[in-house]
């Protein structure tokens, strides 16, 4: 982390975003801190975390920012009241627009909470004054993760629709007034 950059509380954010069954709260940096060292934690799901997970948390420390407000998020099931998954944004925007990353475990997938937390999370983004459109590229060999990003609410715009290469999805503040 830079000098220059604010350091990272262990609180989380000032507003968690609740869904009808998921809670989206910023990560701690203890939290980060045990998904690198490999320490498990009761609040965690058995497969929590992914690897994904694992690549987001050795990253906070370049990317301070991604820990407030508009950065990366824990989801926690309401119900359990465990974290099953992450997702997050690439803050800042470049030019409005701010990409999105999701992951949900496997022993949760298959329940709509990838697709519950990304048109949350997206909405939430655009709601920054800085961001006029979330983006997201998915290969072309995850139809699951096509398939959220559809039922989400997002337009693919670029890309091809059956191969191996990314296909881009995004979603603007129109699309969401159009809803």
């Known amino acids: 982390m830079s000098s220059s950059s604010p350091a990272p509380s262990d609180s989380p954010a000032p507003t968690d975003i609740t869904t009808e069954r998921l809670v989206l709260r910023s990560w701690t940096t203890k939290e980060a801190t045990a998904v690198l060292e490999g320490s498990r934690s009761t ?53 409005g627009v701010v990409a999105i990353g999701y992951g949900i475990v496997a022993s949760r997938r298959g329940r709509g909470y990838a697709t519950e937390a990304t048109r949350a999370l ?33 337009q693919r715009w670029a890309g091809p629709e059956s191969t191996d290469q990314p296909a881009r999805f995004r979603i603007t503040g129109q699309d969401r007034a159009r809803r």
Do not use: C, M, Q
Request: proline fraction near 6%; aromatic fraction near 10%.
């Open 43 to 95: 609040h965690w799901a058995d497969d929590f975390p992914a690897e994904g997970d694992r690549v987001i948390a050795g990253l906070f420390g370049e990317h301070p920012a991604w820990l407030d407000a508009y950065g990366h998020r824990l989801v926690v099931e309401r119900e359990s009241g465990l974290v099953v998954g992450s997702i997050g944004l690439f803050w800042p925007p470049a030019e």
């Open 122 to 154: 997206a909405e939430f983004a655009l709601t920054a004054a800085e961001v006029h459109t979330v983006s997201a590229d998915v290969e072309g060999a995850n139809p699951a993760s096509v398939r959220v990003l559809e039922k989400a609410g997002f």
